[in-house]
């Protein structure tokens, strides 16, 4: 059964070892216009394939712990941040998101620091458009 996320949240914190079932294949996060800060535990989110953070104007930060979002498949899997103005940080723990096959950043002009830590998004292919963050 899935929860129904009210759509006034401003922070969204997800404990560690949820969200594992075979019901969460997509975590589209679009609808939470006034979401500034997501959390996301330990261990989460084992079976999704696809995450959208799109349009979320008050976003400004993203931190994700270790081995979240570790779905292992075939299928096509990605990242998507869109159009989120005033995202300025993203933290990515230890092999989360490690065998996700795109990883993309667009428009998102206040980005100021990402973080990922070891493994993660290894095999991404990524794309970074419009950002404020510089590569070091």
Known sequence: KNPVLHNRIEELIVRDKSCNGKEWKSLDLSLLSKLRKLTVGDECFNEVERVKLNGLSELESVVVGVNS?????????????????????????????????????????????????EASFYWASCRFHGCGLTIN
Request: proline share 2%; aromatic share 12%.
């Open 69 to 117: 979002f570790t779905f292992q498949s075939d299928t096509k899997t990605s990242f998507e941040m869109k159009d989120c103005k005033k995202v300025k940080e993203m933290i990515i723990g230890e092999r989360s998101f490690n065998i996700f096959g795109e990883f993309s950043l667009e428009n998102t002009p206040s980005l100021e620091r990402i973080v990922m830590k």
